[in-house]
């Protein structure tokens, strides 16, 4: 596994071990002090002093390379070069040599052979001495070698190299970590990087967002649509987080697509809704009724029109206008049938001093009222007395005719009086004439009369 300190290259766990407790050594100094790379705080001497690499790392430099420590850091020579003598380039000058007068040479200079000197440090064989990781260049300077330009680096296929000043590293591009000298992809979606939906793909990854959001300019978040602006809801519209609710006006439902509302028909809820008659209008219903009728202000029941009253009847001025519930009747005036004479506007009278009145009731008293179709019963419906009491006499009251099919009987409520009581419902419309008969009995005197009401009852057609 390769790494950089300071621009040179280490490999192994044990040279890097070495080159972390190197670090360690440059990054803890004492009392404050802070001290450059390739320098130690000295406790003792209170300063920075140099350290020596070559002895602090194992195997600083690979291969045939030797360790040569410098002022604040190191270098890596070849051991070839490092041994062999300083030969300068410039030619060395031959020293004079006088001749030896014992020998009879002429008076001469003689060339005398090159002496070798031997130099007191490691020498380059240029004229520019360039540390690892750089080349001497032409104007004499160091160039900086690029080892990922000329492929000289030892980064793994998967890595990318990065060149840097005397070296290089190795490194992942974006999305990926390095783990067991190997690139390999980091699944972002694992940690959460989007906030609903994340697919990864190789070295990077994808957001995306649940249907009712969009994606936000970060491409990481969410956002709401407020889907209520584009109009999607045939009435009314309630935006959710995430989606959104249709509602409807009063009297409509929704759709079974959940955005359109359909009409409401309220008069198959119920037969009651109205009174009468339902009638659906969209969004709504209204009541109606029947003629005769109209709609009360609670607009569901009906009220009858007193056809009397308002004056809107066909009843000449000799006749006398009826209403009952649905409808009105004209009254002729009263006419007695002989022996039967007319005492006031609404009785007849047979005299007793007329032998034809003999088996006849004493008087004849006309009344009328209205009942509703089907009223339910038992019900009590009119109530007749006697306006005269004799002493020792006593009254039996019943229903004379008119009672054919017996949905009426009187029950005595007194000595004096009966109620005309309603057995059995009647549908109509239909017109009843009841006879009901007071029968005046008196043992004192031995007398016995009677007197008639003749109850006329108007039936409704309808219940109401």
């Known amino acids: 596994m390769l790494f950089e300190i300071r621009g040179f290259r280490f490999c192994s766990s044990a040279r890097m071990l070495a080159a972390l407790v190197f670090i360690l050594l ?3 100094p004492g009392h404050g002090q802070t001290c450059t790379e390739g320098f130690a705080y000295d406790r003792r001497a209170r300063q920075c ?6 002895r602090i790392l194992p195997d600083a430099c690979r291969g045939d390379m030797r360790c040569v420590n410098q002022n604040g850091g190191y270098l890596c020579m070849p051991r070839t070069l490092y041994n062999q003598p300083f030969r300068p380039e410039t030619p060395v000058l031959p020293e004079p040599v006088y001749p030896d007068s014992s020998v009879g040479f002429p008076d001469t200079f003689l ?3 090159p002496r070798s000197v031997e130099p007191s440090y490691p020498r380059v064989r240029s004229t520019a001495q360039c540390i690892l990781g750089y080349a001497p260049a032409e104007d004499g300077t160091c160039n900086d070698i690029d ?6 680096h030892h980064c793994n296929p998967t890595q990318v190299c990065i060149n840097t000043s005397g070296g290089y590293t190795c490194s992942c591009t974006e999305g990926y970590w390095l783990i067991g000298g190997q690139c390999q992809d980091i699944d972002e979606c694992r940690y959460g990087y989007c906030q609903q939906l994340c697919a990864n793909v190789p070295g990077s990854y994808s957001c995306s967002c649940n249907p009712g959001f969009i994606l936000n300019p970060d491409s990481r978040t969410c956002q709401d649509v407020d889907e209520c602006i584009e109009a999607l809801c045939s009435h009314g519209c309630f935006n959710t987080y995430g989606s959104f609710m249709c509602n409807c006006d009063e009297g409509f439902e929704l759709a079974a697509d959940g955005t359109t509302c359909i009409d409401l028909d309220e008069c198959s809820f119920s037969e009651f809704l109205c009174q009468y008659r339902c009638v659906n209008t ?15 202000e609670d607009g569901r029941s009906c009220e009858d029109i007193n056809e009397c009253d308002t004056g809107n009847n066909t009843c000449t001025t000799a006749q006398v206008c009826f209403n009952f519930q ?14 039967y004479i007319e005492v006031s506007d609404n009785q007849c009278m047979c005299s007793a001093e007329n032998p034809a009145c003999r088996d006849k009731p ?10 509703s179709s089907g009223r339910s019963v038992p019900a009590d419906i009119f109530q007749m007395q006697a306006t005269t009491r004799y002493p020792g006499a006593f009254y039996i009251f019943q229903i004379k005719s008119g009672n054919e ?12 009086s009966a109620t005309l009581v309603l057995s059995r419902p009647i549908k109509g419309p239909r017109e009843l004439v009841l006879d009901l008969e007071m029968v005046t009995v008196n043992n004192v005197i031995n007398f016995r009369g009677s007197s008639i009401i003749r109850l006329t009852v108007f039936v409704s057609e309808h219940p109401f």
């Open 282 to 296: 969209p969004g709504s219903f209204s009541c109606i009724c029947p003629p005769g009728y109209y709609v009360f």
């Open 49 to 54: 002093i140099d350290v020596d690499e070559c």
């Open 147 to 152: 080892e990922c330009e000329t492929n000289s």
């Open 111 to 113: 060339p005398a052979a």
């Open 326 to 339: 649905g409808g009105y009747t004209c009254l002729d005036p009263l006419q007695c049938h002989p022996p």
């Open 26 to 28: 440059c990054i803890q």
């Open 362 to 371: 004493f008087t004849i008293l006309y009344r009328h009222m209205d009942l």
């Open 405 to 416: 099919g017996r949905e009426f009987y009187m029950r005595q409520t007194s000595n004096v």
